[in-house]
């Protein structure tokens, strides 16, 4: 597996070793010892969650805070606009983002830990998109950030979005960073 560094501490880019031919392929989509010893990281994966989106759509920006969530995203169908925010107090990249396409084809993966707000935006008729959690959902600790913050500056490709009415109406980071909750996100 390759891994990529990215201008947010922590967060990274996976690219799987992929071994085709003709019946089909195969691929680790994930490994604890590789998890452990390139990223120093030993993250207890206990929720898998697949959705389906129809093109242009974005969903999230998303984060959690009891229980901590970290994810794995990868694109199993389609392609997609992977995206994490660094929402950490403390941390020198707070408020900066990375954004990646991501798609079946080329089987790119992002990984960002608690601490960061993630979501993508369909790039295709149909994208289903998995994600490895590291925390099991709690709505009572989860929130967002708007998806067009321009204090965040995220580029998405796509002008006029499908959202839902929760991304719609989604927190800005400077109202976040205002409320006691984001104090659970320092390094």
């Not at 947010?8 to 989509?29: H, K, N, Q, T, W």
């Not at 994966?45 to 794995?72: A, C, E, T, Y």
């Not at 979501?119 to 009572?140: I, M, Q, R, W």
Request: aromatic share 10%; hydrophobic share 40%.
């Amino acid at each position: 597996m390759k891994i990529e560094a990215t201008a947010l501490r922590d967060a990274y880019v996976l690219i799987p070793d992929i071994y085709e031919d003709e019946r089909g392929f195969l691929m680790e989509s994930y490994r604890r010892d590789v998890f452990e010893r390139e990223l120093g990281t030993d993250p207890e994966f206990v929720q898998d969650i697949h959705s389906r989106s129809v093109k242009n759509v974005v969903r999230g920006l998303h984060f959690q805070w009891d229980p901590p969530m970290g994810k794995l995203m990868r694109v199993l169908i389609g392609s997609a606009f992977l995206v994490a925010v660094d929402i950490r107090k403390d941390s020198p990249t707070l408020g900066q983002w990375i954004g990646l396409e991501a798609s079946a084809a080329n089987r790119k993966q992002l990984w960002a830990p608690a601490g960061f707000a993630r979501g993508f935006c369909a790039l295709d008729d149909s994208v289903e998109v998995h994600y490895k959690c590291t925390g099991t959902y709690n709505p009572a600790c989860e929130s967002g950030l708007r998806w067009d913050d321009p204090d965040i500056g995220i580029h998405w490709p796509v002008e006029t979005p499908r959202l839902s009415d929760k991304d719609r109406h989604a927190q800005t980071l400077k109202q976040w960073l205002a409320r006691p909750e984001s104090d659970h996100f320092k390094l």
